[in-house]
């Protein structure tokens, strides 16, 4: 059964079809990347795998159930959690409570007993925070976590959507752009940290532009231009397309493909 | 017929007017994401400078023009000294400090003014306008000719002039709009003046017909801001559209349905349209994406 | 000094330890009259509060669940003959259930367009109250009947200090633990991001109603509570100032802040009084000192100067 | 043509630079490398004067422009393309386009010829142009940011990652355009996580670490120093 | 000595501004005079005025801070029904006396023990309105009122006593307080069949704009407006289209017209006069209730030869034959107004001016 599975999925706005009846599906534990010039349509894609949009056109099926236009939060329910392209912060909470908000789910969620304050909320509340810090310390940031989340810099905060994603501990992770305005060497940590989630179990389907990145860790790589489905195939067989080199990586980038995968 | 008429009428008088107050809300909120809640005063300073200036001799005209000035000043005045110098506060304490300069300006106009109704001699006569059995005052055509004009000359500043783009970019985000050389201060400091600008024409024009006195802001900005939101945060046709609809509804209802809940049927119907449009009727959708 | 400020009980003990030096420092009746009026709106405060500085959801109809506990609590002991203090737990189930209703589809709508949605409901409020005058009294008014406990009379400002007190403390209280409570984590994050609540589980539609509702019968309290101190109500305190008055206190004090709704209402209620010295330029006066507040201590009263003073002892 | 010297600057009691001097001569590319947080953008807002500076100086062709507004700035020659893309969102592609000639002293000709040149270098935005600018995907918003930051016909250009969320192949194009920029006389201040391609393309560099600057030099000895490599190349 | 202390809580502004403005007016300059002329008894007053906005929870607080804190001997407003009725449980439990200035006659009716008031009541303007009505023969009218407290209120009681003049209110219709258009409510008044004259109870703006679009919409049937309107800026505001408005008012308005034997003429001209050449505007009933209320006060002070507040409680209900602006007011144990409906004139405003029409 595969984790993940969209069928002629789509979607459009304003006369622009930003995704045109895309199928394909993740089997469990793999990596999967999508990627795809600029406006292809793969936040998009999210965005309609998430619930966040509504698809005007085919499913969305998650561990084999359907869930076409089901709400984020049930889907986060479910076991589905993402990251954001555009950074999706709680400016207003502090680096540990945002992560804290992920285990949301987790928790008990009565109002009555957390207007009394019980004691099992009380409990609760230090079993989340502990699990933040636990995350912050796997994503490097356990020493900001009672610092505001606005003070961080840009590519600190992609890792703290990053680990407050982990925090809904998730049968299936959206990352679009983790590596994002992070430097080679950052963008290496991040590759051991997607690694090592897909260990554990959890499948991973990844939007990202930088091709050293996506070459490495990818067990399938997924295409798409203007919205649709160009090729789908491992990375070697995606890198030496002449369609995806032509409309996407550019010599350069084909070559950068090849290295990493050295 | 000539009732249905003379509601119509009497609809789109008022409706001119928090038409007229909305468009003064959409300004101000266009360059800074403020709800300017004394933009009332502004109306009624429109209003009360003309009676009393014109009280000292001065043809009334001219005593119209200045309290535009005066009211353009206060406007100034207001954006220098109290929403600059909390630049890059929070929109609601923004918001508050609008309040407060709402309570303030009345409070000085009750002293520099009086706290009497006044009314302005009508423009051109008060001998009624008959059409279809119904009556409408020569004074309703020229609030509805102002409002006219004014947001035609509003939209074509806000949507072909490169600084009513300034100004809307300026709301949008303030740091990119510095980032491309927009002097922001400035920009919110003009959509101040030429806001109080068009509150003072709003109250000139409409002083002769609803009269006018040091606390007649209030409900003008309730109204007003109501009128805005209901036409769509931001755009001026939709300030304009949603004033007349409100105006038109307040009139329908006393008319036909009830005048004790008159106000209630102009709200429910608000509530409604929101219910099916979140951003009015004209407002464009945000489009953020994620 | 922070460590000790951070403790749940820190705001509750300290607004106890006020009501208290008041209740015993203020000498003329007078003096704990307006301090009880500062305990009823100070609820109401924290209550929107709740709504406004933590979930992020403005109100401009507040006074419309304080106008609904106030007159339930005015006009049941008259249509159903119950007990006033069960007329004021009524008018409290009555805003919580109308909070359940309209929070629905008017928390849909976002920034201004929920506060002209939350205006048009404090209008209706307002205008059933002033024009059903059979039951209501109509713009005038009416008298509310004095309840009693255990065969006690309340009445006057003596009883209703502690009581209006000790219900703020309480108040004061379960605000802060709910929003130390995952609600109140789950409130503060669809403040900022609404989809990213969503996505880790939020049932943001849920709490923002939750949150309503919380909100409407802090209110709804503060209402039914004024009308059996002041045992005489109008129509005025469900319209559209008082709301607005509400607002302002809420931002005057701190967003977020329980203690500054505290400060915030103390503000609103005290200042009017202090400044009437000023005689006729207690508005000028009020507006001004408003601006001032607003734009040097921008985030409000107590948050700022929580930062002043934290910022100072580093 | 910029010398930044002793520049101090932070958020509330942070600091975030501790005193950096640099220098860009005119018709340099200057890169400047650093990890996160280190300070990048904190110092690109600096030079652009949205962020306040605690100390230190800022001097544009020798005129002292450490307290001068950010519209003079722009004014002056100087633009930014900024971290985040900062699009005017509800604006749409066009007019996000034409304010970025806001200042510009060029007449109305010279703006549309620009935008034209902006539209044959990102043809996305001219299919897109009566567009809400908000509706467009990151990449494309990406794009949007630098042809603003291009309309303004800088003398100095300040690009803060303009790599960011750009496909491979347009990141070539990108460096591209910047050299091309060199050659036409614009002084370029870069700043990039994409390293090694920056470096290359640099007349000279620095590397800031935590606030303060860690070392400088030519593109290529940096890219030969075995610690830049370790650092920021990840080779 | 000490000074007496006497509070005063009034709508100084807000909404009801326009009675609370001239009322505080009239009272500080009074209490001026009367302590420049040595006093009460060789006591100085001091007077007290808070200003309650015109609203009730206002003007409770300042009244209890009046009573505990200031320590008055007797309490001078509000100025409008709803305010006075917030103070007036006050007044009683603490027994301290209080002269309102508003003008509802729940306020008096039941007597409370420690309530008086100066103006003429809504009730009483109904019936001095429909005496003329009766006379001139009308039988159906209409009926436009505002929702303020006093619209209201004069509403409730209008409808109530119509009956006794065998006239019927064939149309009934309100506007809101801050209305600027009454075209629809008098749209449907003039297309209602056989309207013969119409009443509008109401104070402020509103009655001007009804009287307005009244003429606008050519409805040729007499209009009457209430005490509310009593002031020279209602024929400011209404204009030419106030002409052959009729209502019932306290001869404080027709001063100068007033016969020179009129018991009341020295009284209202002197106060008249005082009050023009004081404030430069033009006099208005409003400012005569508080005039009336502070002379029979300080009157019942004299009378008591104290100032203890029960004192001058009896004094004031022992008030008889004073001479005031309103009239003459003969108190007693179950009238606290003292005034009766002879006691107001029926006025018709003709070319800008008040004309007292005689009884016919
Ligand atoms: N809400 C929206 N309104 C208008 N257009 C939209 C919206 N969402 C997506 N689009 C359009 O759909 C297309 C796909 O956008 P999407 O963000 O999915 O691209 P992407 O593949 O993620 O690009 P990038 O690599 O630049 O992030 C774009 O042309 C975009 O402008
Ligand atoms: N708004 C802010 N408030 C408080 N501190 C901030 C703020 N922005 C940045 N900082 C702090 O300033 C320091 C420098 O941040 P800056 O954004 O300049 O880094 P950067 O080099 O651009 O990083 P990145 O590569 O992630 O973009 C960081 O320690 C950061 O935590
Ligand atoms: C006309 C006035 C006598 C009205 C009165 N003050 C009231 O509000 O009740
Ligand atoms: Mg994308
Ligand atoms: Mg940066």
Redesign the pocket.
Same mark, same amino acid.
């Given at each position: 059964m595969s984790a993940l599975s969209v069928q002629d999925i789509g979607i459009t706005f304003g006369g622009v079809k930003a995704v045109d009846s895309v199928s394909f599906s993740v089997e469990d534990g793999q990596i999967f990347s999508i990627i795809g010039p600029n406006g292809a349509g793969k936040t998009t894609l999210f965005n309609l795998i998430s619930g966040v949009y509504v698809p005007m056109s085919g499913r969305v099926t998650l561990q084999g159930q359907d869930v076409t236009a089901a709400a984020p939060n049930r889907l986060a329910a479910r076991g589905l959690s993402r990251t954001f392209q555009n950074l999706q912060i709680f400016f207003r909470m502090t680096v540990a409570e945002n992560v804290m908000v992920g285990r949301h789910l987790k928790e008990e969620r009565g109002v009555f007993p957390h207007l009394f304050s019980l004691p099992s909320v009380i409990r609760q509340n230090r079993h989340s925070r502990k699990e933040a810090l636990r995350l912050l310390e796997r994503i490097g940031l356990a020493d900001r976590a009672d610092d505001l989340a606005?003070?961080?810099?840009? *590519?600190?905060l992609k890792r703290l959507e990053i680990a407050r994603a982990l925090a809904t501990e998730p049968k299936v992770l959206l990352l679009d752009e983790p590596a994002a *305005?992070c430097n080679a060497r950052e963008t290496e940590n991040i590759e051991h940290m997607i690694k090592e989630i897909a260990e554990t179990g959890v499948t991973v389907v990844l939007v990202e532009h930088d091709m050293r990145l996506v070459m490495r860790i990818s067990d399938r790589i997924h295409v798409l231009d203007y919205g649709r489905t160009l090729t789908e195939g491992n990375a070697e067989e995606v890198r030496t397309n002449p369609e995806v080199v032509k409309a996407y990586l550019g010599t350069h980038g084909a070559e950068e493909a090849a290295r990493a995968q050295d | 017929m000539a009732e249905f008429l003379q509601f119509a009428f009497s609809g789109l008088t008022v409706g001119a007017v928090y038409a007229l107050v909305a468009l003064g809300f959409t300004l101000i909120y266009n360059a800074s994401d403020v709800v300017n809640f004394a933009q009332g005063e502004f109306v009624m300073i429109g209003g009360m400078a003309t009676v009393f200036i014109a009280a000292v001799g001065v043809p009334l005209p001219v005593a119209a023009l200045s309290a535009i000035v005066v009211a353009m000043i206060v406007g100034l005045l207001l954006h220098r000294l109290a929403i600059e110098p909390a630049r890059g506060a929070d929109a609601v304490t923004l918001i508050i400090i609008t309040i407060g300069a709402s309570i303030f300006l009345r409070s000085a106009a009750s002293f520099i003014f009086d706290k009497q109704f006044h009314t302005l001699p009508p423009f051109t006569g008060d001998t009624p306008i008959l059409f279809g059995g119904a009556a409408i005052l020569p004074q309703s055509l020229w609030v509805l000719a102002g409002g006219f004009v004014i947001v035609i000359l509003l939209w074509a500043f806000m949507s072909r002039t490169i600084l009513g783009k300034a100004i809307l970019a300026t709301a949008a985000n303030r740091l990119a709009a510095r980032l491309v050389g927009i002097n922001t201060s400035y920009v919110v400091g003009l959509s101040f003046a030429l806001s109080a600008a068009i509150g003072a024409i709003a109250g000139i024009l409409v002083t002769p017909i609803t009269l006018t006195r040091y606390d007649v802001g209030t409900l003008l900005a309730l109204k007003g801001f109501a009128a805005a939101m209901f036409g769509g945060m931001g755009s001026p046709i939709g300030a304009i559209v949603g004033g007349l609809i409100i105006g038109l509804l307040e009139a329908f209802g006393a008319g036909y349905i009830s005048s004790e809940y008159k106000d209630a049927i102009a709200f429910i119907v608000i509530l409604g349209v929101l219910f099916f449009m979140p951003t009015g009727l004209f407002g464009r959708k945000s489009v953020e994406r994620v | 000094m922070s460590r000790l400020a951070a403790h749940p009980l820190f705001v509750p003990l300290l607004i106890a330890a006020i009501v208290l030096a008041c209740g015993f420092g203020l000498g003329s009746n007078f003096y704990l009259r307006v301090a009880t009026l500062v305990w009823i709106s100070a609820l109401a405060a924290i209550g929107l509060n709740l709504l406004m500085g933590f979930a992020g959801q403005v109100s401009l109809g507040h006074a419309g669940f304080f106008g609904i506990g106030a007159y339930t609590t005015a006009v049941a002991p008259n249509v159903l003959s119950i007990s006033p203090l069960l007329a004021l737990v009524l008018g409290l189930v009555l805003s919580a259930a109308i909070a359940f209703l309209v929070g629905r589809p008017i928390l849909k709508l976002k920034g201004h367009y929920l506060a002209v949605a939350t205006l048009g409901f404090g209008i209706l409020v307002s205008m059933v109250l002033t024009n059903e005058s059979g039951l209501t009294g109509g713009p005038d008014g009416m008298t509310v009947a004095r309840p009693e406990l255990f065969g006690l009379r309340i009445r006057g400002v003596d009883h209703w200090y502690w009581i209006s007190g000790a219900v703020l403390v309480l108040g004061a209280w379960l605000a802060g633990n709910l929003v130390r409570s995952p609600t109140g984590r789950a409130l503060r994050a669809l403040h900022d991001s609404e989809v990213a609540a969503r996505v880790v589980g939020v049932d943001v539609a849920r709490y923002k109603v939750v949150a309503f509702v919380v909100s409407a019968v802090y209110t709804a309290l503060a209402g039914g509570m004024l009308a059996l101190f002041n045992g005489f109500i109008t129509p005025d305190v469900a319209g559209f100032l008082h709301s607005i008055e509400f607002v302002v206190m809420v931002v005057l004090g701190g967003l977020g802040s329980i203690f500054g709704s505290v400060v915030g209402a103390a503000i609103l209620i005290a200042l009017p009084q202090a400044l009437s010295a000023f005689q006729e330029y207690e508005h000028l006066a009020l507006g001004f000192v408003l601006m001032a507040f607003m734009i040097f201590l921008r985030k409000g009263i107590v948050p700022s100067l929580v930062a002043l003073v934290w910022r100072g002892s580093k | 043509m910029l010398r930044i010297e002793d520049l101090r600057s932070g958020? =509330?009691r942070?600091e975030?630079l501790h005193g950096i001097t640099i220098e860009v001569n005119a018709g340099e590319i200057v890169t400047l490398v =650093? =990890?996160? =947080?280190?300070?990048? %953008? %904190?110092l690109l807002k600096a030079v652009s004067g949205v962020q306040p500076v605690s100390g230190g100086r800022i001097t544009f062709e020798g005129a002292d422009i450490t307290q001068a507004t950010p519209h003079k700035r722009v004014a002056l020659g100087i633009s930014q393309s900024p971290?985040g893309r900062q699009i005017f969102g509800p604006l749409s592609v066009e007019d996000n386009l034409r304010l970025g000639a806001y200042r510009s002293s060029q007449g109305s000709a010279a703006v549309e010829a620009d935008l034209q040149k902006i539209y044959a270098m990102f043809p996305i935005l001219a299919e897109r142009r009566k567009n809400p600018a908000g509706g467009l995907s990151g990449g494309q918003q990406q794009m949007l940011a630098i042809g603003r930051a291009l309309m303004s016909r800088p003398r100095l250009l300040l690009l803060d990652e303009p790599s960011m969320g750009l496909a491979p192949i347009l990141v070539d194009q990108i460096l591209e355009t910047i050299a091309s920029l060199r050659d036409q006389g614009v002084t370029v201040f870069l700043v990039e996580?994409n390293a090694f391609a920056a470096l290359s393309i640099a007349d000279r560099g620095y590397v800031i670490e935590t606030g303060e600057i860690a070392k400088e030099g030519t593109g290529k000895d940096l890219i030969a120093d075995p610690a830049v490599r370790e650092a920021y190349l990840g080779v | 000595a000490d000074p007496i202390k006497i509070g005063s809580v009034l709508a100084v502004t807000g909404p009801a501004s326009f009675l609370g403005d001239p009322e505080e007016k009239t009272l500080q300059m009074y209490v001026d005079q009367i302590n420049e002329a040595g006093g009460v008894d060789g006591r100085q007053i001091e007077l007290i005025v808070y200003d309650s906005g015109g609203d009730p929870n206002k003007a409770r607080t300042f009244a209890t801070r009046l009573i505990e804190d200031d320590e008055v001997s007797a309490i001078i407003g509000d100025s409008t029904t709803g305010a006075t009725m917030a103070m007036v449980p006050l007044a009683q439990d603490y027994e301290v006396p209080m002269i309102s200035l508003a003008g509802a006659v729940v306020i008096i009716d039941p007597v409370k023990e420690y309530v008086f008031k100066t103006p003429h009541t809504d009730r009483m303007a109904c019936e001095k309105i429909f005496q003329d009505m009766k006379a001139n023969g009308y039988t159906k009218i209409g009926m436009i009122s505002g929702t303020g407290g006093f619209g209201k209120s004069m509403r409730e009681q209008c409808l109530d006593v119509v009956g006794t003049y065998d006239i019927e209110v064939v149309a009934d219709e309100t506007y809101g307080p801050s209305d600027a258009d009454m075209t629809p409510q008098l749209t449907k008044i003039k297309n209602t069949d056989g309207v013969q004259a119409v009443i509008n109870p109401g104070f402020g703006q509103g009655p001007a704009i009804v009287t307005r679009n009244y003429r606008q919409l050519g409805i040729d049937v007499p209009l009457y407006q209430s005490h509310g309107v009593a002031s020279k800026s209602f024929i400011e505001l209404a204009g030419d289209a106030a002409n052959g408005v009729r209502l019932p008012a306290a001869a404080l308005l027709v001063a100068d017209k007033l016969p020179d034997d009129d018991p009341q003429k020295e009284v209202v001209v002197n106060y008249k006069t005082t009050y023009e050449e004081a404030t430069g505007e033009p006099v208005s009933t409003f400012g005569g209730h508080a005039y009336d209320a502070l002379m029979m006060l300080v009157a019942a002070i004299e009378k008591a030869g104290s100032d203890d507040p029960a004192a001058i409680r009896d004094a004031l209900e022992q008030t008889s034959g004073f001479i005031g602006t309103a009239g003459e007011v003969n108190m007693s144990a179950d009238d606290h107004l003292g005034l009766d409906v002879s006691a107001f004139e029926m006025l018709e405003i003709q070319d800008g001016d008040w004309v007292i029409i005689g009884e016919n």
């Open positions: 606005a003070n961080l810099p840009y *590519g600190e *305005g | - | - | 958020y =509330g942070i975030a =650093g =990890g996160n =947080g280190a300070g990048k %953008t %904190t971290e996580q | -």
